[in-house]
T-cell receptor
Framework: AQSVSQHNHHVILSEAASLELGCNYSYGGTVNLFWYVQYPGQHLQLLLKYFSGDPLVKGIKGFEAEFIKSKFSFNLRKPSVQWSDTAEYFC??????????FGTGTKLQVIP | DTGVSQDPRHKITKRGQNVTFRCDPI?????LYWYRQTLGQGPEFLTY????????KSRLLSDRFSAERPKGSFSTLEIQRTEQGDSAMYLCASTGMGANVLTFGAGSRLTVL
């Protein structure tokens, strides 16, 4: 069975600070990896995804994530956060014919 | 393309009552998923359909839960004899054949008193 672990439950940053949210997964084969975001009052939406190829993937709003196969990790990064990045972030994995499994989420609060 | 629609957005019910949620996926998407999300948790998989066939059900889905997708378009999720532990956000998502990116609806929030 596949699983996802997100290390930080709640992160508070000041505007312009750099962000890195940790995500580790467990699955023995080829995986698809995702970061979804849920802004306050809105539904879950895709931030970025990794299927294959370049392990550094770029998403919307300046976010990027790096797939490190040897570490089973897919950490999310942004060099300089904005107040509008306040949201909950979910890492997710899909291995083979499995369904998409989500982590428990990280709430990011950006202070102006 | 109006996205994934869910109805109702919020349902308050008394323990023991039955409730039904509806999901209308994106029209060309043949896969439809139901997830449940409680406070402080990520979405948990409940079940999914490919066209009208229900291909997988989670162990979380007790026999009080039933889902249908009769014509391969909209889907319903029914919870019979609701319990307070059923209080959660019920999320529907859809995706096209061969695609792995889920498009979510806004969810249906269930409160069981």
């Amino acid at each position: 069975a596949q699983s996802v672990s997100q290390h930080n439950h709640h992160v508070i940053l000041s505007e312009a600070a750099s962000l890195e949210l940790g995500c580790n997964y467990s699955y023995g084969g080829t995986v698809n990896l995702f970061w979804y975001v849920q802004y306050p009052g809105q539904h879950l939406q895709l931030l970025l995804k990794y299927f294959s190829g370049d392990p550094l993937v770029k998403g919307i709003k300046g976010f990027e994530a790096e797939f490190i196969k040897s570490k089973f990790s897919f950490n999310l990064r942004k060099p300089s956060v904005q107040w509008s990045d306040t949201a909950e972030y979910f890492c997710a994995v899909k291995g083979g014919y499995q369904k998409v499994t989500f982590g428990t989420g990280t709430k990011l609060q950006v202070i102006p | 393309d109006t996205g994934v629609s869910q109805d109702p957005r919020h349902k308050i019910t008394k323990r023991g009552q039955n409730v039904t949620f509806r999901c209308d996926p994106i029209s060309e998407h043949n896969r439809l998923y139901w997830y449940r999300q409680t406070l402080g948790q990520g979405p948990e998989f409940l079940t999914y359909f490919q066209n009208e066939a229900q291909l997988e059900k989670s162990r979380l889905l007790s026999d009080r839960f039933s889902a249908e997708r009769p014509k391969g378009s909209f889907s319903t999720l029914e919870i019979q004899r609701t319990e307070q532990g059923d209080s959660a956000m019920y999320l529907c998502a859809s995706t096209g054949m061969g695609a792995n990116v889920l498009t979510f609806g806004a969810g249906s929030r269930l409160t069981v008193l």
